[in-house]
Structure formats: structure tokens, C-alpha cells
């Protein structure tokens, strides 16, 4: 089985950068796209990042994606932090039939 | 405006089932293959199933908790999809989502997402 994996929890300062990885289990990162969620409380996810590293429009340019294959991991980099991307944070990708998503990233911004 | 709205949850015993409906609007329908997310109180989020359009087979696809139990059904006359879950149990309780791509570049993105509708076995 394809298994992404996440940190559980990043912290950091407002205006800081933070990077939230995300590792797969076998086969190449590299090979389907990776797509990342925003999750507020309360809320429904909403897409940060989709193809990797493409963002939807009203997405700040703040929110960037990259894949490294070396690590066979993507990874979503958060600049400027403001106190509202505090969140929890999905990576997805697919295992060529089934959609797959990591655990989660707790984001605290403080 | 891309809209996804989710109804028919609620409370059901262990052993019930269930039917979700998802209706859509703002977007080709009858184009787009649909999922089904789910989200355990507290938990991560966990993809359910998804149906493809007719166009490329309208086949079903569904996460190994659920196979078995779960039926997945379109009516592109209405644009509303659904799912169907039966021999519900505890672990079956969570919001769940409906989602599609629309600008990712395959279908295996999840660009649009309803609000939920919550789902408690119980």
C-alpha cells in the first residue's frame, strides 16, 4: 500500500517560512501529481496547491510546492506566515486507481 | 461558481444504512468523476470511493473499509451522485465530503469540496 507521511505538528512565527514535507512509502513521488489541502476548524479543506506546485487563483503566492525525488518526498512551503494559515495541512496523491492522503500536518502560528 | 452540497446524513444504529447525495452545479457534470471523502471526528481525511463518468466507463472504485459496503451512483439527468453505505458501524462515523477535480490536470485531484454532512453510527 502507498502511504504518505506528514509531520504531525510544525510551529513557527508569523513572517517566518515554514516547510511541511510529505514522504512516500515506495514507487516515485515523482510519478502522480501531489496535491495539498488547507483545513481551517470547522471548515471543509480547500486546495493550497494543486499539479505539485500550481495554485489555484485567490491562493497568495506565499503557498508554494515541490517535489524532490532524491527524497521521494513533496514538500509545501509556507512564506510570510500570517496567524490565519493556522490549520491543519494534507498532502494527497494517488496510488493509480485510489486516491491517498497523508495523516495531516498541524500548522500553529505563534 | 463550482458547488457541491451534501445531504442525508444523520444518526443511524450499527448495522443501518444510508444514503448521501451530493448535488452539483456550475461545472460539466456528467464530464467529471466524483469521490466521496470521509473524516473522522478528530481524525485525518480518508478517501472513500470515487465514480467515473459515463464517458470513460462510469466504473466504481472504492477504499478496502468500505468495499463491499458501499455503492457509489450517478444520475446525470440531475447532476447529483451518491452513496449508498450499508452494514454501517461505529468506525463509519465521520463527516463526509464530496469532492471533484476541475482544474487539476487529472481526475485525481479533489480542486472542490462540499460542506459535509455528518454521518453518526450509533
Known amino acids: 500500500n502507498f502511504i504518505l507521511t506528514q509531520p504531525h505538528s510544525v510551529s513557527e512565527s508569523p513572517g517566518k517560512t515554514v516547510i511541511i514535507s510529505c514522504t512516500g512509502s515506495?514507487?516515485?513521488?515523482?510519478?502522480?501529481?501531489v496535491q495539498w489541502y488547507q483545513q481551517r476548524p470547522g471548515s471543509a479543506p480547500t486546495t493550497v496547491i494543486y499539479d505539485d506546485n500550481r495554485r489555484p487563483s485567490g491562493v497568495p503566492d506565499r503557498f508554494s510546492g515541490s517535489i524532490d525525488s532524491s527524497s521521494n518526498s513533496a514538500s509545501l512551503t509556507i512564506s510570510g506566515l500570517k496567524t490565519e494559515d493556522e490549520a491543519d495541512y494534507y498532502c494527497q496523491s494517488y496510488d493509480g486507481t485510489n486516491h491517498v492522503f497523508g495523516g495531516g500536518t498541524k500548522l500553529t502560528v505563534l | 461558481e463550482v458547488q457541491l452540497v451534501e445531504s442525508g446524513g444523520g444518526l443511524v444504529k450499527p448495522g443501518g444504512s444510508l444514503r448521501l447525495s451530493c448535488a452539483a452545479s456550475g461545472f460539466s457534470f456528467s464530464n467529471a468523476w466524483m469521490n466521496w471523502v470521509r473524516q473522522a471526528p478528530g481524525k485525518g481525511l480518508e478517501w472513500v470511493g470515487r465514480i467515473k463518468s459515463k464517458t470513460d466507463g462510469g466504473t466504481t472504485d472504492y477504499a478496502t473499509p468500505v468495499s463491499g459496503r458501499a455503492n457509489i451512483s450517478r444520475d446525470d439527468s440531475n447532476k447529483t451522485f451518491y452513496l449508498q453505505m450499508n452494514s454501517l458501524k461505529t468506525e463509519d462515523t465521520a463527516v463526509y465530503y464530496c469532492?471533484?477535480?476541475?482544474?487539476?490536470?487529472?481526475?485525481?485531484?479533489?480542486?472542490?469540496w462540499g460542506q459535509g454532512t455528518l454521518v453518526t453510527v450509533s
Open positions: 469532492t471533484t477535480a476541475h482544474y487539476s490536470s487529472s481526475w485525481y485531484g479533489n480542486d472542490y
Open positions: 515506495s514507487g516515485s513521488i515523482a510519478s502522480n501529481y
